[in-house]
């Protein structure tokens, strides 16, 4: 189907943070499919382990104990504020499992009939009916009427906006049953949350029983130079929902909780594929991993690199681009909003310099290759960022 604007490349081969098309064009990705690839490209580790665990068994499903399954709960737990996980495929699965289960913890322990979840605007929570419902933005909404109620919105780092939203829906009995929020907005622009501002969010969910559930789909797993988004903002959640770099490209997503949100009971919540033997393995490896090579500490130096390089960039070429913000390796160039410019006509032109970079929102370009990018690397692809703009007119 017509759903995606496509660029015209063909990958067909990679290795790292290296692509090659089917001519044999290598080029340098700072997208990793989407900032899944956490150990790059055809990662010996990774394809090993999945190797040996596709000649032991790929699939049986959650009829059964699962170890592969368990081993990477348990991995979870303990590199984690949550004490308990729920897998399913994908990030937008995550949040559905996520707002499952604020409803239900709204309606059997606080007794809401009503409940409602408070999101940001321009937030992002995925593409299913109920994710596009919770997403902040108008224009992913466009032909889906009657979206899922139950969502409201209040502006991002903005307490006020929340606290007056809380006041009005709360006004006849509590209703807000929880807040579903990413600590930093990727696809809404690389918007890095405020500590402040968080803060005073955790305290007020606590102060009235509102489950803060955090979507760390795109900031954890080490993304940001932490394991989690969270660690960052220096509060817990109570629950978070993780998936794109978990699974280091192979298809995985997860709810986690914290003891008193883990409600969910047999028959609630099911996913046939969720949490396959296959996908776990995948996931555990990519753990370990990051663990043993000591990626998280790399992920900061590297970070500071492309910061600095990045902040250059801004004083190189001050009519296109605004500012240089994110955190770790997530991090993105915001172009002027009256330059004519977009983020996709950049990532297009920017195939001419052999480099991949990937839109978030109209007008950031973002970077988020994957976490084993070398020193050398980083220099290439700032190199290969000046070169794109030098030819944008
Ligand atoms: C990508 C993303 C999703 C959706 O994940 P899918 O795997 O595409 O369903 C949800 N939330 C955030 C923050 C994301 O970045």
């Not at 068994?57 to 709960?73: C, D, F, G, K, M």
């Not at 007794?111 to 997403?135: C, E, M, N, W, Y």
């Not at 930093?184 to 305290?203: H, T, Y």
């Not at 776990?280 to 043993?292: D, W």
Request: a positive charge.
């Amino acid at each position: 189907m017509g759903t995606y604007k496509r660029l015209p490349v063909t990958i067909v081969k990679g290795k790292g943070c290296w692509l090659w098309d089917q001519k044999g064009k290598r080029y340098l990705d700072a997208v990793a499919g989407i900032a899944t690839c956490s150990l790059g490209h055809s990662d010996n580790s990774l394809r090993q382990s999945l190797t040996k665990q596709l000649k032991r068994i790929q699939h049986v499903s959650n009829l059964y104990r699962i170890p592969e399954q368990e081993a990477l709960a348990q991995w979870l737990v303990e590199h984690s504020c949550a004490n308990k996980a729920f897998f399913c495929n994908s990030g937008a699965e995550a949040n559905e499992a996520a707002i499952k289960l604020a409803r239900k913890y709204a309606h059997c322990i606080r007794g809401i009939d009503q409940p409602v979840i408070l999101t940001a605007k321009a937030s992002f929570h995925g593409r299913t009916l109920a994710a596009v419902s919770a997403t902040g933005q108008p224009n992913y909404h466009k032909g889906f009427a009657p979206l899922v109620q139950g969502f409201e919105f209040f502006k991002y780092n903005d307490f006020e906006s929340f606290e007056g939203l809380v006041k009005e829906l709360d006004s006849n009995g509590p209703r807000v049953a929880a807040v579903l929020i990413e600590p930093i907005q990727g696809e809404g622009g690389i918007n890095i949350g405020d500590r402040v501002f968080f803060q005073k969010l955790r305290k007020k969910c606590s102060e009235n029983g509102i489950l803060l559930i955090f979507d760390e789909v795109q900031t954890g797993m080490g993304r940001c130079g932490y394991w989690w988004g969270y660690e960052y903002l220096g509060i817990e959640p109570d629950a978070f929902t993780i998936a794109k770099g978990l699974g280091g490209g192979h298809a995985i997503g997860a709810l986690m909780v914290k003891s008193h949100a883990d409600i969910f009971e047999a028959g609630d919540h099911a996913s046939t594929f969720g949490g396959n033997p296959f996908a776990c393995t995948a996931g555990l490896t990519v753990a370990k991993e990051i663990e043993k090579r000591n990626l998280l500490s790399k992920v900061n130096n590297r970070s500071d690199q492309l910061k600095q390089g990045l902040v250059e960039l801004v004083n190189k070429f001050p009519k296109h681009i605004k500012e240089s913000r994110g955190l770790g390796l997530l991090q993105g160039l915001v172009i002027h909003e009256d330059s004519q410019l977009t983020a996709q006509v950049f990532a297009q032109n920017a195939l001419q310099e052999q480099l991949l970079v990937v839109a978030a929102g109209a007008k950031v370009i973002r970077m988020v290759p994957p976490l084993v990018i070398k020193e050398s690397e980083i220099r290439q692809l700032l190199r290969r960022l000046t070169a794109t703009f030098r030819k944008i007119k």
